[in-house]
């Protein structure tokens, strides 16, 4: 497969085993970029994906009210049930197949919780710096039909309220891909000098020429499309496509 205008392409490899851990008996964290104690300063955002924390919380735990302001804060719920309260107002449980996304604005506080005591909740916690300061603090949570990811790329992200799924103050789109082994697909970038940023959920594929594994993060930008192919069965991916520019 070859898609056009990749001669210059640009590509950065975030290996499942090289990200930041933390581990703190209820919590067990894995970040792809900087965060908290984990500093690196090859790695402190890919355009304006600031964080991309791969979490899993014990049974019953959570994070207590915490304080946000100016970030979009997306959760993506990979097995589980988590419970959010804000001070918006909002007493809300997420599961796999919902989206979340808050606009933090000129300042929120909020907790998350595992709802359940016999099981643990997995999910992603993705931080995008707005294109704008100070909006009005804002909620949004969608259930997805998981069908609709079936050997496609099922958009869950996007700057406009009207398009499938959430919306954020921010250039960006996000689409989840559920693929059958050896099936292939092209993700055509929605706005020029953006980037995007791939992270394999679950299996294995190949994209353009690498090789990325379950957990891997692969950033890649200068081009307009990317291909893929998944190289094992149920292979899942999540597809970042964010501005480069801060």
């Not at 994906?49 to 019953?60: A, E, F, P």
């Not at 916690?125 to 300061?133: F, L, T, V």
């Not at 103050?169 to 092209?186: C, M, V």
Request: hydrophobic letters at 35%; charged letters at 25%; a negative charge.
């Amino acid at each position: 497969m070859e898609t056009t205008d990749q001669i210059n392409i640009q590509t950065v490899l975030h290996e499942a085993e090289t990200r930041g851990h933390a581990n703190h008996g209820w919590l067990e964290s894995f970040h792809s970029f900087s965060f908290a104690s984990y500093h690196n300063p090859e790695r402190m955002n890919f355009g304006v994906l600031r964080v991309l924390n791969d979490d899993r919380v014990s049974q019953g735990m959570g994070f207590g009210k915490h304080p946000h302001d100016n970030m979009e804060i997306i959760s993506i719920p990979l097995e589980g049930d988590l419970e959010h309260q804000d001070s918006m107002g909002n007493t809300t449980v997420i599961k796999e197949g919902d989206i979340q996304a808050m606009s933090a604005g000129t300042g929120i506080f909020h907790s998350e919780y595992n709802k359940n005591k016999d099981q643990l909740v997995k999910f992603l916690q993705i931080w995008i710096y707005p294109n704008k300061k100070n909006v009005t603090p804002r909620y949004d949570q969608i259930t997805l039909d998981l069908k609709d990811r079936h050997n496609k790329l099922q958009q869950i992200l996007s700057p406009n309220p009207e398009d499938e799924g959430v919306w954020i103050h921010q250039d960006a789109w996000f689409h989840i891909g559920k693929f059958d082994k050896d099936f292939a697909a092209t993700y055509t970038l929605k706005k020029p000098g953006n980037g995007i940023y791939a992270f394999v959920l679950k299996g294995d594929f190949t994209i353009g020429n690498i090789a990325v594994k379950e957990r891997d993060g692969l950033g890649i930008w200068d081009t307009n499309a990317i291909d893929l192919i998944a190289n094992s069965a149920d292979a899942q991916i999540l597809l970042m496509e964010v501005p480069m520019q801060l």
